[in-house]
């Protein structure tokens, strides 16, 4: 059930808020899977899509600088891309201002394949707008997004 303004003018009681919390995380979890289900992501778990996003977004690092951004210790890191490289996701090539760490950077055939899965998850958010919501629907969602943008951001 969702929640909303309470009687006061422009307000949200204590309780509201909880549940509006709780609504939203739901929503989002719910949204993620949906947004999953679109790409095949294959046996990828949750750290190794996560390392991967990173890479595509900031490029090429160390494990090290991976594992600080991801915020988890080098040697489960390590662990994560040896599995990506084993998959053929990653390659490693050494780090030209230290010889005993690796550059860490996705394959060509994985960025088309990411590329890809991105396209068809947007695909599928545009349609489903479309086909869901009415054009002043999706005006009122524009201005939910630039909320949560700020919520994020906090």
Same mark, same amino acid.
Do not use: C, N, Y
């Given at each position: &059930?969702? @929640?909303? &303004? %309470?009687?006061?003018?422009? $307000? @949200?009681?204590? +309780? ?11 929503? /989002?979890? *719910? ?29 090429? &690092? ?9 915020? /988890? ?6 662990? $994560? ?8 996701? /990653? ?8 010889? *005993? !760490? %690796?550059?860490?950077?996705?394959? +060509?055939?994985?960025?088309? &394949? ?7 998850? !947007? ?8 086909? %869901?919501?009415? +054009? ?19």
């Amino acid at each position: &059930m969702p @929640v909303f &303004m %309470s009687d006061a003018a422009d $307000t @949200v009681t204590a +309780p509201d808020l909880a549940a509006l919390a709780v609504d939203l995380r739901a929503l /989002v979890g *719910r949204l993620k899977r949906r947004l999953r289900e679109q790409a095949d992501t294959g046996d990828l778990t949750p750290s190794q899509i996560d390392a991967l996003l990173r890479l595509h977004g900031e490029g090429p &690092m160390t494990v090290t600088a991976l594992a600080a951004s991801e915020r /988890v210790r080098p040697q489960s890191m390590g662990a $994560t891309i040896a599995a990506l490289e084993s998959a053929g996701h /990653v390659t490693r090539a050494p780090d030209p201002s230290d010889g *005993r !760490q %690796s550059i860490v950077s996705l394959t +060509p055939a994985f960025d088309i &394949m990411l590329r890809e899965g991105r396209a068809a998850r !947007q695909d599928w958010l545009i349609r489903a707008f479309q086909s %869901s919501l009415t +054009p002043a629907e999706q005006a009122r969602l524009a201005d939910a997004v630039a909320l949560l943008k700020r919520v994020a951001e906090a």
